[in-house]
């Protein structure tokens, strides 16, 4: 089926700014509440809040098998299940009733006063309810800074690291939406230097991680994998993703098995999903993998994408500093790599189940996703713009990650993913 809603000729009835992230060609998915406390699955043109409930109660989905209920619900879990075809028939159809040309609703004003909200009328909630949650760690430079800080610099990368997309189970329960705050979590530490007794108390290295995260449609059935040839086919799109970390909580309990309560404490996403397909003319190469994977990870074609990343961090009434610059591009293992290996023991995938990247760290030091590698574990402190200092994120310090993507035809982007740093709890 072609995505007629991508022609980047297309233009919307509704304003939409020269440098929005939402033109009419994006189109995504989320769920907001009303001026009048309903709350709905949505879409975004501009800085217009489309209701989806209501367009589809006034017939504007005619001729598109969907239940009646099907955007009157507080997630997208059931028409994320609905599969890939329906996606692309609701999102043509979006686009052809808002574009230009077509008078159908925008000569209606009573319909366009149940459709249509200012963004700044709606509040954002989740736009999944996400069963599960798994993390990656697909970023090549990522991992052997990391390596390097918390182990050995000579073996930063592990054997497997090149043969595996390295990942853990996270906790889905803690997963809030942009602008929601973060309470800084307390927990143990390692012990000081000639003490038996570990530390406790707040964290004193919070940080992020700059991460993109796909979400998933059922895809698989418990003890069958998914090729990966197909597993794309089986991927809604993508949100943006601070995997909000306690660096010294996560160094004393790592060994053996990996990440817990340093990172369970939060992860902040943003608000709109941005299709698969929304995303399609701006596929690039992945890096060359080398060595080859093994033939079940093995990926023809273009399975990457150019997304433009960037963290900034704001001071409670401060400027905000833009501290570092990445890309999607530069993400080791792709997508479709990551579902098929997690799905290659016969682990089923479901609706709403989130994938995160892992953080994304480009080649040079101003692309480093992740303030332990930016201030390479606090030895080189950035300076903000208000000539404060910071090794790693601050109480009342706000996070802000933005992504986009950017030819000279559109521009898609994924809006903000933001949370701000409250103070521990004692
Ligand atoms: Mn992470």
Sequence with gaps: MEITANNPKRKSWLNVNENSDFPIQNIPFGVFITRDDIITIGSRIGDYAIDLGAFHQLGYFDGIPLTDDMFLQDNLNDFIADGRKTWRLVRNRIADVFDVKNGKLRDNP????????????VEMLLPVAVGDYTDFYAS????TNVGSLFRDPK????PNWVHIPIGYHGRSSSIIPS??????????TRPAEGSNTPGFGPTKLLDFELEMAFITTDANVLGERIPIE??????????????????????WEYVPLGPFLGKSFASTISPWIVTLDAL???RVANPKQDPKPLPYLQQKGKGSFDIHLEAAIQPEGGAETVVCQSNFKYMYWTIAQQLAH????????????????????GPTEDSFGSMLELTWKGQKPITLKDGTQRK???????????????????RIGFGECSGKVLPAKL
């Design 110 to 121: 009573a319909h366009k006063d149940k459709i249509i909200f200012r963004i700044d009328e």
């Design 140 to 143: 090549k430079e990522h991992a």
């Design 155 to 158: 073996n930063a990368l592990l």
């Design 179 to 188: 602008g929601t705050p973060v309470r800084r979590p307390v927990g143990q």
């Design 230 to 251: 197909e597993a794309e086919n089986y991927i809604f799109g993508m949100v943006q993703f601070n995997d909000w970390s306690a660096r010294d909580i996560q160094a």
């Design 280 to 282: 399609e003319p701006f």
């Design 342 to 361: 997690h799905t290659v023991n016969g682990c089923p995938v479901e609706s709403g189940d989130m994938m995160g990247s892992g953080t994304i760290s």
């Design 392 to 410: 790693f994120i601050n109480d009342n310090d706000t996070v802000t990650m933005r992504a986009y993507c950017q030819n000279d035809k559109v």
